[in-house]
């Protein structure tokens, strides 16, 4: 099964609205860590935030929040009134604490290519 | 604030050469990884350090090899491109082993095999 899923290749957004990129999760980890990245065009990995499996709040950075639905295993990103600098893909990722005696590392779901239209 | 500093930015390699991607870090993170991003996925592991002289493999390990003798350095070493290893590498660092700790990522790494 993947670890995680990211079920939107893509998304078109209207400039100053607000937008959610799902992700789904898979871990029989109790402690854990999900993070989303930004890869914009020019390439780089850019992290925006992290959500705790511990965490009793959702996680907020600016205009970036997290929707984590713990019963669900879902992390959805919100990003409020988006800006055109916003277009890039985004990679939902996990990080397990143990991850079943295995590899350390993030496990990166495929990604969701968002576009902002003015 | 240099974080994590890859080395070259792009690389065309004929079949069958070798070469060493090189990778820095100025954090003093104890924890690195080398991944790899084909076109249109997200990042797969291909070996991590947990600190100087302790390497293992990632999921995708076959075709690369690693070293790690300072903390600083984790170079990833390619023996015998193959077409299949056409891919942008990314390396990252991270100060322990602990679910709340984000990646840094360097740049990437774009290369190609012809």
């Known amino acids: 099964a993947q670890k995680i899923t990211q079920t939107q290749p893509g998304m078109f957004v209207q400039e100053k609205e607000a937008v959610t990129l799902d992700c789904t999760y898979d871990?029989?980890?109790?402690?854990?860590?999900l993070f989303w990245y930004k890869q914009p065009s020019s390439g780089e990995m850019i992290f925006l935030i992290y959500?705790?499996?511990?965490?009793?709040q959702n996680a907020t950075e600016g205009r970036y929040s997290l929707n984590f639905q713990k019963a669900r295993k879902s992390a959805n990103l919100v990003i409020s009134a988006s800006q055109l600098g916003d277009s890039a893909m985004y990679f939902c990722?996990?990080?397990?604490?143990?991850?079943?005696?295995?590899?350390?590392?993030?496990?990166f779901g495929k990604g969701t290519h968002l576009i902002i239209q003015p | 604030n240099a974080g994590v500093t890859q080395t070259p930015k792009f690389r065309i390699l004929k079949i069958g050469q070798s070469m060493t991607l090189q990778c820095t870090q100025d954090?003093?993170?104890?924890?690195m990884y080398w991944y790899r991003q084909d076109p249109g996925m997200g990042l797969k592991l291909i070996y991590y350090?947990?600190?100087?002289?302790?390497?293992d493999k990632g999921e995708v390990p076959n075709g690369y090899n690693v070293s790690r003798s300072t903390t600083e350095d984790f170079p990833l070493r390619l023996e015998l491109a193959a077409p299949s290893q056409t891919s942008v590498y990314f390396c990252?660092?991270?100060?322990?082993?602990?679910?709340?700790?984000?990646?840094?990522f360097g740049d990437g790494t774009r290369l190609s095999i012809l």
């Open positions: 954090m003093n993170h104890n924890y």
């Open positions: 990722a996990m990080r397990e604490t143990f991850s079943g005696g295995g590899a350390d590392g993030l496990t």
């Open positions: 871990t029989s980890d109790p402690s854990y860590g």
């Open positions: 959500q705790g499996s511990y965490d009793q």
């Open positions: 350090s947990v600190g100087a002289g302790i390497t």
């Open positions: 990252a660092s991270s100060y322990i082993r602990a679910a709340n700790q984000p990646q840094h």
